[in-house]
C-alpha cells in the first residue's frame, strides 16, 4: 500500500551496503591457521654451522616455554632441491601448538605470535620473522621472499638501491598493521679479494690466466675423475691440503709456477685482503632489485599495500630508471578481481538475454535483476558484522547469490504473470494471491540453505577460515534477499503495472 516508503527504505539499505563494502578490507583469501607457526630466523652471511646450531637450539629453549607450544623442530640451510628461498645462515623453526581444545580460549593465533616475539626479541645479531608452512612457501613462490609483501627497488646503481631500500624501509615501519619488517641480506658476506699487479707479473714473466687457474685449483678444487660404486657415482676434488689455505698469510704464501720452472710467493704480485661484499644480487627480468619484506597483522593485506604504495609514492622521489614494484598475494587478489570484471558483466548480460526472451518485457527482466543488489546487501552486511574481509571466498558466496536471488525473482514474477494472463485474475489479486503463493517456498529454500550452512559459520577447525567468508556471505544474503523478494518485488511490481496500464497516473491502492 505504500511503495514510496518501500522503495525508500530499499535505497537506504542499498546504500547502506554500498558504504559498508567500501570499508570492508581486502584479501586474496583468509590466513589460513595451520597448528602451527614457523619463526624464521636470519644471522650474520658468516656465520659457521656449529654458531647457528647454538643459536638455534637457545631459541629453541625459549619457545617450548610457551605454554601453548607442543613440539618444536629447527632446520638448518636448505636442501639441495626445492623451492627455498634462504641461505645457510637462516634458521627455519617449525613450532606445533598444542589442539585448539588444551589451548587457553582467550588466546588467538597472533597473541602466541606476540608471546613469541617478546621471548625472542633480545638476541643480538638475529633478525626474525613469523609464518606458517604452507603460507611461507605459497609467499614464497609468489614473490620470491617468503613474506606476505614485498617493495622492490629496482635500478641499476646498487648503492642508489641501498638508499632508496632503507628509505622505503621507515616509511613502512610507521604504516598501522606492518610485521615482521625487514630489507634482504644483500650484503655483510666476508670474501677474500686477491688484486694482481700486471705490470710486476710481466716482469716475472707471469700470465694472469695460469695464475688465476692456479689460485682456483689450490683453494676451490679441481675436479679430476669420479668413482662409481653400484649405482651411485662420486666425483674426485682435489686441492690444498687445509694448512696451505685456511687463512690470508697462507694464500699470499701461495707459491706460483713461472714459465721458466722457477716458483714466485703469490704475496710478490698480489694484494690478498678480507673485505665484506655483496651477498647476492637479486635480479627479476633481467633488472637488479633489493627488496624490503614485511608481514601484515591485524588488518587486510590489500588495504596495507593501498596505504603503503600512496605512502611510497609522497615520501619518496626516484629518478629515472628506478622504481619500486609491489609483490605479495594481494597480487593474486588483483588478478581474481580483473577476471571477475570481465567474467560478470558478461554473465549477466546472458541472464537478461534469457529472461527477456522468456518474459518479453524489459520492465520484468528489471524487477527480476534488482533481486541481485537486494541480496548483495545482506551478504557485504554480515561481512561487516562479523568483522571478515572480501576474499576470494566471500566472492564465490556473492556468484553463488546471483543464482539464488534471481531464481527467487524469476518463481515470483513467473508466478504474477500466470495468475494475470491465464487465470484472468485482476492486477491486485494475482500480486496479493502470488506473493502468499510463493511466501512457503521462498521460505524453505532459505532456512534449509542456511540451516545447511551454519556449520560453517560456527566451525573453528583448521581450513574453517576459508569456509567461514562464504557461508557468511550466502547466508547474510539469503536473508536480506527473502525479506526484500517478498515484500519489494510485489510492491514494485504493482506499481510498475499501474504506471504502464495508466500511463504517468498512479491507480489507487491495492483492493481489499
Known sequence: KRPALVMGITVLLILSGVFTFRSLGKEFVPTLREGSIQVLAHMNPNVSLEEITKTARQIETDIIQCSEVETVMTEIGYGEVGPHVHHTNFACITVILRPLDQRKKSLTHDDIVNQLDERLSTYPGVTISYSQPIQHEIDGLIAGAGTQVVAKVVGTDFDVLKT???????????????????????????????????????????????????????????????????????????????????????????????????????????????????????????????????????????????????????????DSGYSVVWGGQFELQQAANKRLMIIVPITIFL???????????????????????????????????????????????????????????????????????????????????????????????????????????????????????????????????????????????????RRIRSGVKTEPSIVE
Open 351 to 497: 541472464i537478461l538475454i534469457m529472461l527477456y526472451s522468456l518474459f518479453n518485457s524489459i520492465w520484468n527482466v528489471l524487477l527480476i535483476m534488482l533481486n541481485v543488489p537486494l541480496a548483495l546487501v545482506g551478504g557485504v552486511l554480515f561481512l561487516g558484522v562479523f568483522g571478515e574481509n572480501v576474499s576470494i571466498p566471500s566472492s564465490i558466496g556473492f556468484i553463488a547469490l546471483f543464482g539464488i536471488a534471481l531464481t527467487d525473482g524469476l518463481v515470483l514474477i513467473s508466478r504474477f504473470e500466470y495468475l494475470r494472463h491465464k487465470r484472468g485474475l485482476s492486477l491486485e489479486q494475482a500480486v496479493v494471491e502470488g506473493a502468499v503463493s510463493k511466501l512457503r517456498p521462498v521460505l524453505m529454500t532459505t532456512l534449509t540453505t542456511s540451516l545447511g550452512l551454519l556449520p560453517l559459520v560456527l566451525s573453528n577447525g583448521v581450513g574453517s577460515e576459508i569456509q567461514r567468508p562464504l557461508a557468511i556471505v550466502v547466508i547474510g544474503g539469503l536473508s536480506s534477499s527473502t525479506i526484500l523478494t517478498l515484500i519489494v518485488l510485489p510492491a514494485l511490481y504493482l506499481e510498475m503495472n
Open 164 to 318: 632508496k631500500a632503507a628509505e622505503v624501509q621507515d616509511v613502512l615501519s610507521s604504516i598501522s598493521g606492518v610485521a615482521d619488517l625487514q630489507t634482504e641480506q644483500f650484503s655483510g658476506q666476508t670474501q677474500v679479494q686477491i688484486h694482481l699487479d700486471r705490470v710486476q707479473m710481466a716482469r716475472d714473466g707471469l700470465n694472469s690466466m695460469d695464475v688465476q687457474k692456479t689460485i682456483r685449483d689450490a683453494i676451490g678444487g679441481q675436479l679430476v675423475g669420479s668413482i662409481l660404486e653400484q649405482e651411485k657415482s662420486y666425483s674426485i676434488n682435489v686441492r690444498f691440503d687445509e694448512p696451505y689455505r685456511k687463512d690470508i698469510e697462507a694464500i699470499e704464501n701461495l707459491l706460483i709456477r713461472s714459465r721458466s720452472g722457477y716458483t714466485i710467493p703469490l704475496k710478490q704480485f698480489a694484494d690478498v685482503q678480507t673485505v665484506t661484499g655483496l651477498r647476492q644480487v637479486s635480479r627479476e627480468n633481467s633488472q637488479r632489485y633489493v627488496s624490503v619484506q614485511c608481514n601484515v597483522r591485524g588488518r587486510d593485506a590489500g588495504g596495507f599495500v593501498e596505504e603503503a604504495q600512496n605512502a611510497v609514492k609522497q615520501k619518496i622521489s626516484l
